[in-house]
């Protein structure tokens, strides 16, 4: 095991998360973010070049670009409800939400220390439910 990635054990009534958990850098975490951007622009240039190709497809490509806005939405501590989770997007549209989430997750992760990336952030899902999810795990997850 790298010494990078550390098993941490949390108490299941801390978050919807429970069992073997990691504890991760913030150069891991800025090169998982760096690796979804790249895969966004690829699929969004696909798009814009072939939209036959991706046509089947666009409703899950606006669903994740959505989802990358939702969660840094709730990383901030903002109301994320506000972003719809299923949303109907143009290739544009989606191009400019993903290029503004690369530069939110750049900035938070410009800001984070290994203290607040451990931190809890408790947040409201789109169906009211509250969760309290660790910034890391956030980040893994996105």
Aim: glycine share 4%; charged share 25%.
């Amino acid at each position: 095991m790298s010494p990078e990635w550390r098993p941490v054990r949390r108490d299941s009534t801390r978050g919807p998360n429970t069992g073997l958990e990691t504890t991760m850098t913030i150069d891991v975490l800025r090169r998982m973010l760096a690796h979804m951007q790249w895969a966004d622009r690829r699929v969004l240039d696909l798009a814009e070049r072939d939209p036959g190709a991706v046509q089947p497809v666009m409703h899950v490509l606006a669903h994740l670009v959505a989802s990358e806005r939702v969660w840094l939405l709730r990383l901030r501590g903002e109301d994320s409800s506000v972003q719809a989770i299923w949303p109907t997007l143009t290739v544009e549209q989606m191009r400019a939400l993903a290029t503004e989430n690369h530069a939110g997750y750049a900035r938070l992760l410009e800001a984070s220390t290994p203290e607040t990336l451990a931190a809890d952030v408790t947040y409201t899902n789109q169906q009211g439910r509250t969760y309290t999810t660790r910034v890391d795990d956030i980040l893994m997850h996105v």
